[in-house]
T-cell receptor, first 112, second 113 residues
Framework: GDSVTQMEGPVTLSEEAFLTINCTYTATGYPSLFWYVQYPGEGLQLLLKATKADDKGSNKGFEATYRKETTSFHLEKGSVQVSDSAVYFCALSDPGTYKYIFGTGTRLKVLA | NAGVTQTPKFRVLKTGQSMTLLCAQDMNHEYMYWYRQDPGMGLRLIHYSVGEGTTAKGEVPDGYNVSRLKKQNFLLGLESAAPSQTSVYFC????????????FGQGTRLTVV
């Protein structure tokens, strides 16, 4: 079945450092790919998405490119801020199964 | 501009008690989902619905039942709560899985003692 694998955390960075959170997926169909962010005590919010191969999603300085050949959707940001501290989830949606499948989440902590 | 609303936000149950979690969405979405979030496990799908009157099992359905009598509401029931059901429960809705995202509620923190 479909699955999403993302790097384990926690990831601790200094402010203004470069961020990469790796995400790979397995799917039988043609999924859409998402990154969600969860701040403490809150629900998940969509950060960005990409719906077909080679699409790049971007939002708030974060970017991720849908790479079908490597089945990856890595999240990057050039300069993180303390306010970026949160848990980040990679996810896919499969039209064949009507489901959204999530990775285990990666906790990011940014130090001032 | 409510989006997805979950009721209650917190609850403590004794083992063997029953309860129902309510999810309501005001976006006229067809699809609704219940997930549980546990440390190190990410979000796991419990049950989902692709339209009013329909339900289907997800990854971890045992011990839970659901109903979708109205399009805007998706209820999650625990008939006899167990400590293993201590978790944070999230409801989500979407207008479809093709190219569209799911919208999440704020979560329900349930503790079973």
């Amino acid at each position: 079945g479909d699955s999403v694998t993302q790097m384990e955390g926690p990831v601790t960075l200094s402010e203004e450092a470069f961020l990469t959170i790796n995400c790979t997926y397995t799917a039988t169909g043609y999924p859409s790919l998402f990154w969600y962010v969860q701040y403490p005590g809150e629900g998940l919010q969509l950060l960005l998405k990409a719906t077909k191969a080679d699409d790049k999603g971007s939002n708030k300085g974060f970017e991720a490119t849908y790479r079908k050949e490597t089945t990856s959707f890595h999240l990057e940001k050039g300069s993180v801020q303390v306010s970026d501290s949160a848990v980040y989830f990679c996810a896919l949606s499969d039209p064949g199964t009507y489901k959204y499948i999530f990775g285990t989440g990666t906790r990011l902590k940014v130090l001032a | 501009n409510a989006g997805v609303t979950q009721t209650p936000k917190f609850r403590v149950l004794k083992t063997g008690q029953s309860m129902t979690l309510l999810c309501a969405q005001d976006m006229n979405h067809e699809y609704m989902y219940w997930y549980r979030q546990d440390p190190g496990m990410g979000l796991r799908l419990i049950h989902y619905s692709v339209g009013e009157g329909t339900t289907a099992k997800g990854e971890v359905p045992d011990g839970y039942n659901v109903s979708r009598l109205k399009k805007q509401n998706f209820l999650l029931g625990l008939e006899s709560a167990a400590p293993s059901q201590t978790s944070v429960y999230f409801c989500a809705s979407s207008e479809g899985v093709f190219n569209t995202e799911a919208f999440f509620g704020q979560g329900t923190r349930l503790t079973v003692v």
